[in-house]
């Protein structure tokens, strides 16, 4: 036997079957529009579909260049507002802190610290004097305004109220009196 007669019924079935499709494709190609055209007649019509694909392609290009200038554009506009933003936080912090320096001056806050750990102890212990006795004027101004029902008093909770005054009313105690 040759291997021709060999091979089983089903690889001349799969040649039969590669033999109709190109059979079929070869139809197509001929003339799908009536069998007049041929292949030429498709070889047209496909280098149309390719020139329009081109021209589709090199639009959406350009505008993808116009696009893309466009925000190099605003990118550079950005930086250059960013810069001018940053040059002016930067003159309004150095304004800033004149006029802190001003304020302190004007209100004898700008002591030159004391050279003598001493003499700094001293100052601290006046400071830490003036705001205790503000504190004490401040609760009493409190206890004045609550026992005359004023509503400004009303707005600290009652508890709180009486816990500060009864801390004022204890380091009153604690104090001699200057007379």
């Not at 030429?40 to 959406?60: I, K, N, V």
């Not at 001056?105 to 030159?112: F, I, K, S, V």
């Not at 004023?150 to 009486?162: G, Q």
């Amino acid at each position: 036997r040759s291997s021709r007669n060999s091979q089983p019924q089903g690889g001349s079935a799969r040649l039969a079957a590669a033999d109709s499709r190109r059979l079929s494709y070869a139809g197509e190609l001929a003339g799908s529009g009536g069998g007049e055209e041929g292949w030429q007649g498709h070889s047209r019509r496909y280098a149309q579909q390719l020139a329009e694909r081109f021209a589709d392609l090199a639009a959406s290009h350009s505008e993808a260049l116009q696009q893309r200038e466009e925000r190099e554009r605003q990118n550079a506009r950005l930086q250059l507002e960013n810069m001018r933003l940053q040059l002016e936080n930067r003159r309004l912090r150095r304004e800033n802190r004149c006029l802190f320096r001003q304020h302190l001056q004007r209100h004898g806050l700008d002591e030159p610290a004391a050279a003598d750990p001493g003499e700094e102890a001293e100052a601290l212990q006046a400071q830490l004097g003036r705001l205790q006795e503000k504190y004490r004027r401040a609760l009493r101004h409190l206890r004045r305004c609550r026992a005359a029902g004023v509503p400004a008093a009303s707005e600290l909770r009652d508890a709180e109220l009486d816990e500060l005054l009864q801390d004022e009313l204890l380091e009153d105690e604690q104090q001699p009196s200057p007379s």
